[in-house]
């Protein structure tokens, strides 16, 4: 796990029968902490789980209640009963617990803190995405196909699925920073996607809003469809931070912390 972390380079490595980049660092207007977490735990020999936590900004311990989220479910995640022999690892129930678990240590916080997480299981090459809040997760084929693709919990996210408005006007909208739902609040719900074989080639990608504010999904999924992980996940993180640099233009420009985990198959 990542805390509070301010990487100058994006790392990889091989991952359950695959590659894995991350990358994670605080927001270039801002000198307080990244309350961004970034998180892999592979759990036997091709089980495994990826995640990524966002606190939220202008709420008292945003990267506290980021770290409280994820250690909660590590420990959920640690003490799942080992899978029988030839059996994958059942982690839904251990994932679920670790949710639930984390929202209350974020409430019994009392200060209001709060954080979005976005988290994939991975059994082999089938996959499965659970998410609270508007850190998202993605995956494209070589060819640009969107095979998965979470839709944010909040207003502008559900507008943009319902039709109602343009991923270019949405990630201009004044009202972009809304969330209807996050860890630490009591009437947090968790989504989750049903599962998804992943192709040889296909890229799961993992962030937090940071890029997703930044770069609209087809530029994202442009660069990270094709190529040595590692150079595109560099490539996407170079484009995120001059947007962020930015002082002027019709490019998006949000600055914010920015975490970024990929993983990509064998």
Same mark, same amino acid.
């Given at each position: 796990?990542? #805390?509070?972390?301010?990487?100058?380079?994006?790392?990889? #490595?091989?991952?359950?029968?695959?590659?894995?980049?991350? #990358?994670?660092?605080?927001?270039?207007?801002?000198?307080? $902490?990244?309350?961004?977490?970034?998180?892999?735990?592979?759990?036997? !020999?091709?089980?495994?789980?990826?995640?990524?936590?966002?606190? @939220?900004?202008?709420?008292?311990?945003?990267?506290?209640?980021? /770290?409280?989220?994820?250690?909660? @479910?590590?420990?959920?995640?640690?003490?799942?009963?080992?899978?029988?022999?030839?059996?994958?690892?059942?982690? /839904?129930?251990?994932?679920?617990?670790?949710?639930?678990?984390?929202?209350?240590?974020? /409430?019994?916080?009392?200060?209001?803190?709060?954080?979005?997480?976005?988290? %994939?299981?991975?059994?082999?090459?089938?996959? /499965?995405?659970?998410?609270?809040?508007?850190?998202?997760?993605?995956?494209?084929? !070589?060819?640009?196909?969107?095979?998965? !693709?979470?839709? $944010?919990?909040?207003?502008?996210?559900?507008?943009?699925?319902?039709?109602?408005?343009?991923?270019?006007?949405?990630?201009?909208?004044?009202?972009?920073?809304? +969330?209807?739902? %996050?860890?630490?609040?009591?009437?947090?719900?968790?989504?989750?996607?049903? $599962?998804?074989?992943?192709?040889?080639?296909?890229?799961?990608?993992?962030?937090?809003?940071?890029?997703?504010?930044?770069?609209?999904?087809?530029?994202?999924?442009?660069?990270?469809?094709?190529?040595?992980?590692?150079?595109?996940?560099?490539?996407?993180?170079?484009?995120?931070?001059?947007?962020?640099?930015? !002082?002027?233009?019709?490019?998006?420009?949000?600055?914010?912390?920015?975490?970024? +985990?990929?993983?990509?198959?064998?």
């Amino acid at each position: 796990m990542l #805390f509070e972390a301010q990487m100058t380079d994006v790392a990889s #490595f091989d991952f359950l029968g695959g590659s894995v980049a991350i #990358f994670t660092t605080r927001s270039p207007h801002k000198e307080t $902490p990244n309350e961004d977490v970034a998180a892999l735990w592979p759990i036997g !020999q091709t089980s495994g789980v990826l995640a990524v936590a966002d606190g @939220l900004g202008g709420h008292a311990g945003g990267e506290r209640a980021s /770290r409280l989220a994820t250690e909660a @479910l590590q420990k959920s995640l640690q003490a799942a009963p080992p899978a029988a022999d030839g059996e994958p690892t059942d982690l /839904r129930a251990a994932i679920l617990d670790g949710i639930e678990a984390a929202n209350q240590s974020v /409430r019994d916080l009392g200060t209001g803190a709060a954080t979005t997480m976005a988290l %994939v299981e991975i059994q082999d090459r089938t996959i /499965r995405p659970y998410h609270v809040g508007d850190s998202a997760i993605l995956v494209t084929g !070589q060819r640009g196909k969107v095979k998965l !693709q979470t839709i $944010p919990h909040s207003p502008i996210g559900y507008a943009v699925e319902a039709g109602l408005m343009k991923e270019e006007e949405a990630i201009h909208h004044e009202a972009r920073h809304v +969330i209807s739902n %996050v860890i630490g609040s009591d009437q947090m719900r968790i989504e989750i996607g049903a $599962p998804l074989e992943m192709a040889p080639r296909d890229t799961l990608l993992i962030a937090s809003d940071g890029l997703f504010d930044n770069l609209l999904p087809d530029e994202i999924i442009e660069a990270v469809r094709s190529g040595p992980l590692e150079e595109a996940i560099t490539g996407l993180i170079e484009t995120a931070q001059e947007r962020m640099a930015a !002082q002027e233009g019709t490019a998006p420009c949000k600055p914010d912390d920015l975490t970024v +985990i990929a993983y990509r198959p064998s």
